[in-house]
């Protein structure tokens, strides 16, 4: 990459001609020449912001008075003129600057300062050599500098005329004398420039407002302008300049789009151009550009290379390098696009492209050159630019190489392998440095490499981490291309990976099987089978072929190496979400379809389906699909058949898929996408079971049951393992049994283990077993949640079924005690009502059992149905009498209350018109799940007690689409199954609907409900009666005698008959204060009982104070003392209660009244 040093001299220096006659500069040069460069210069333009010059180096040009006369039909801005001209005099006589030197100076003023057409400004020095006089003007005479003022400084507001001696007095005097003269150089080419750039910018305006007419050349605006651009150049204003480049690149771009352009004479090109940066010192290309000769390419090569000539002269003369980096940055940016622009300017106009590529060559090795005192290091736009100019070098090398069949083979060649690249005979390299990179193949692919590590270490100077990456995969293409594996491998390990993730499958997909090559020359089989799958994931970019090999790779490693990869990355998989069972065992079934795309067999092992419970993320279900032989993914779609002999009736949410072939296994993950949901049901024809409470619930020991129905498989065997849910509730399976109402052939076992785990046996495929356990709970709540783990055995093998579910263990029915005294006879009444305000209650039968101990007298009509409704008991009232021969015991009477909810009665009907609709349709499956969401449909209880009928309002069948119930339906399926029950149910209930008298058909919804009456342990009761004269009334104010009975029973209570019969029980009886009667004898009296009780008689005058009938008074006793050490209760029986006696009024005639 070696080349000549094309760095720019800056030579292009602000010429000062000087006219020399006399020989003055040979005396005066050397310090002359060490006042310059100028420096500070200050341009203060009154349109144009101020500038400075900091150093302006001159070029001093020698001229005779006719030497450098400008013609006169010279265009402005293509004369070199000078900016400012000096003449040298040298004289000291008046006569001889009057005979000849004037002449000389007028001569010289007249040809070559007037007599140009650019502003230039001039100045004469006159000079006086060593011993001459300074000056010999007196009062009356003028000395010959004077005279030189007086005929030439015609501006009297500027001197133009200075004096410079051999020899000062003092050295400040001879600086003195310098430093003026530098400063009317300074002025005088700022003045010139000045004046130049106000021409030039007239003369541009003028065109520029010519632009739209008819004929307008813009190659004289182009050099008009570009004279403009020369006048800030010499004055090293670059920055200026090139801003005047880019606005005449954007007219041409103007012009050149609305397709304006007429004056090129053609696209050029016919032979291999000179060097960009050696077009400054073309003097024939204005020309060519003014007279319209010029052709396109030449036209934008030459204002590109005046671009890129002022970039590199900013870069130089910057002030810091950090700035002068950046502009060679830019140029480099600018490079890029000219070379890409023209390029496709040249290529297609059908130029020779190797000469197009060789020209290419030139220019980058041409900037590389005179960039090369920049370090890369520095700024990243410099590494960046140089790396590319380097790339742009192989390119070209490349294009010329593929003529030799020399071509760097791969989907990442800069040159198209599609392009016709024949041999050019007429075609000769002419660049030396290009003919010797490609004297043979071994040679350019050398050159090739290191073409490519140098850009490479430009290249990671920046962040162009994608042209490293293109950069790095096209060095191993060569090293794969010459059969260096290794490292070809070494260079591949992670670039496959970098093209995919930024999309470029095929690149990657092509390098993937470069790299897959390279290892089959290693002993890596896990590395092989990685990668081997890797490369199929991009099977659309394979050949078929391709793809058949590696499949075979993979299916041969796959029993050797342990590995686990994407499934989505080679199948896509859709799952049916119904999932259904098999019809003759207990066996559910999950239907995945797999598409394989890869047009070949592909054989697995197995395959699994996880899914986790919404509720538990820890219930983990799992569907298997495999067999003895292979299971064979065709082309195409493969439905697989996932089975469980699992079932649990929740809602799941699927986690993960496993494919596995021998140690490898696809596995896909669910978690980052929508969660897909499934729920799993039974038919009848599947083993179901469901939460239900026992018939018969005894208040003292309430029980759950679990119903199982088999379905149409005979149950062999199995455990059922209980786990409370809710808090509080605590299970007893130690007491399980079998409820034999139900089925009296299961057997029911409970092992003695901590697990307490309950099996059973025998349960025929027409028959039902439930097996029910006691609980206990701490709180009191209207349902539980219990769940059941259910192991059982059928012939088809060994089955779970998992229930977990809410069952209501609300008592349907309260009831409250009155208990009534009455001799030896103990009355009970019963108020029984609904504990739901929503839910009557219809009482078919209440009985109060009577016991060995206790007899009980049922009254009419208990066993007639009744309706208890919310805030309407039912009151029943019962006869208690203790056996004469009973011992002393504490004991109750079981109360049995036979009952059914209405709402159950209609749940009954309507799931018998719906069984009844559904059969031998397609919905039949969906039985069990139907007559489950039945309980949350409203019903009108009122109605239907009226009429026997069960009407289901409108609307209810939409509502219960919409519970979770139903929710594994699909949208379709489901509203073609609402429609159905909607339009048919409603018709079956009024044909169908049953008698509530019909037991039999009620017995499964009709309940018992067992509770124990405690009989009350009453040790004493007292039978008090007034017994007054048997008369039909008494006279008021007249005394009555009366006998109080007090008749005293001990046999309800046993406690006492413990006790010795001696013992005696001290008792007060108290009449109690009345406004009807006034009393004589004794209103208190104690009385005592021994331990068998007796009865006593008091006697007593009462005296009616009021007529009418008047109650009789009330009589109460209490007891005193007792020396029992035993709790002692005692009841009283006033017999007189209600009872009254009729008082009349005292008459002397006879009087009849009545009453």
Known sequence: MSGANMVPSLDKKTEIAYYDPFDVLSEIRDTFVSQFPLTKLHWNHPLRPLRTIEKLD????????????????????????????????????????RGTIRKIIREWFEKNVTGVRDPTEWLIVHYVPSGGKTSSSTRFKYGVFDKIKIDFNTDSKQDRVLQIRKDYSTD???????????????????????????????????????????????GKFFIMKEGLALAFERMNLFEDALLLYDELEEAFTQIQQSKAITFFSDIGFEKLPEPLLSLQNNTTMRHSILSNTVSLFDFQSYLFSRQAYLLLCIAKSAPSPSIGFMKIGELFLRLRSFLGEMTGLLLSNKKNQYLVAEWIYNVAQEFLASTSWVESSVVREVAEGRGELIVILRTSLETIAASE?????GVLSDISLEDNFVKDKNYKITNEIMKSNLTSSSIFFEEYRSLTLQALAEFKMTDKGRIQTRLTAQLALLEYQLGNYESTAKLLRTIPDIFRSEGWDLVSTSLLMIYVNCLKHFDQKEDMLIHSLELLSCHPYLAPEDVKERIDVVQSLADLVSCSTSLDNFFTTT????????????????????LNPLKFPFPINS?????????????????????????????????????????????????????????????????????????????KNNFHARYQVPETSMLTERRIGILLEPGINDVIGGTVAFKS???GLKL???????????????????????????????IGSDQKAMISVPYAIDFDVMSVKIRAIINYKTEKGEFQHILEDVLDISLALSVNVQDFYKGDKLFSKFLISCNHMEKPVRILETNLKSTKNFTTSTPSGTNKPCISYPNGPVSYVFCIKKNPDAPAVVESVPLVIKHRYIKDECILDVAKALSKIISGTQYSRYELLLKKSLHMLSFDIMAYLRSGKVIIPENS?????????????????????????????????????????????????????????????????????????????????????CDLSIATVQNWAPSLSKNSLNERIKFIYDLGISENWAFSGKKKSFFEINGEGNEQNFKLTLIPLRTGKLLFPRVDVQMVQSTSKVSFTMEINYRNDSQFAVVVPEFKDKLTLSF
């Open 405 to 409: 069949g020399w071509v760097i083979e």
């Open 607 to 683: 395959a699994t389906i996880t899914m986790r419970n919404v509720n538990d993320s820890s219930d983990v279900l799992s569907f298997e699909v495999k067999g003895a032989n292979p299971i064979i993914l065709q082309p195409g779609n493969t439905t697989l058949k996932f089975e469980n002999r699992r079932f649990e009736q929740v809602k799941f949410k699927i986690t993960a898929l496993f494919m596995i072939r021998g140690k490898l296994s696809f596995t896909k993950n669910y978690s980052d996408q929508a969660p897909i949901l499934l729920q799993l049901y039974t038919s």
């Open 725 to 727: 849910i809710t808090p």
């Open 732 to 762: 007893i399976p130690q007491k399980a049994r079998n409820e034999t109402y139900i089925s009296n052939l299961t057997t029911v076992n409970v092992s003695d283990n901590r697990s307490s785990v309950i099996s059973f046996t025998n």
């Open 575 to 594: 799952i049916d979400t119904n999932v259904t069972s098999v019809s003759d065992s207990d066996t559910y079934i999950l239907r995945v379809t797999f």
């Open 957 to 1041: 069948w939409s509502y219960i689409s919409t519970l979770d119930t139903l929710s594994m339906l699909g949208s379709a399926e489901k509203t073609e199954l609402i429609q159905l029950l909607d339009k048919n149910v409603n018709k079956c209930l009024r044909s169908c609907s049953c008698d509530p008298k019909n037991e039999n058909y009620y017995q499964s919804i009709t309940r018992n409900l067992i509770i124990p009456v405690s009989i009350p342990q009453v040790h004493v009761v007292h039978n008090i009666e007034l017994l007054l004269p048997s008369e039909d009334h008494f006279v008021v104010g007249k005394s009555v005698t």
């Open 172 to 218: 400040q005097a001879r600086t003195e004398a310098w430093k003026e003269l530098m400063t009317k150089i300074k002025e005088g080419l700022l003045s010139s420039f000045s004046k130049r750039v106000d021409l030039y910018q007239n003369e541009v305006n003028k065109l520029e407002t010519e632009k739209h007419v008819l004929g307008w050349n813009f």
């Open 58 to 97: 001159v070029d001093l040009v020698e001229e005779t008075a006719n030497s450098l006369a400008t013609p006169k039909h010279q265009m402005l801005g293509l004369s070199p003129e000078p900016y400012l001209k000096i003449a040298f005099v040298k004289c000291e006589d008046n006569d001889t600057y």
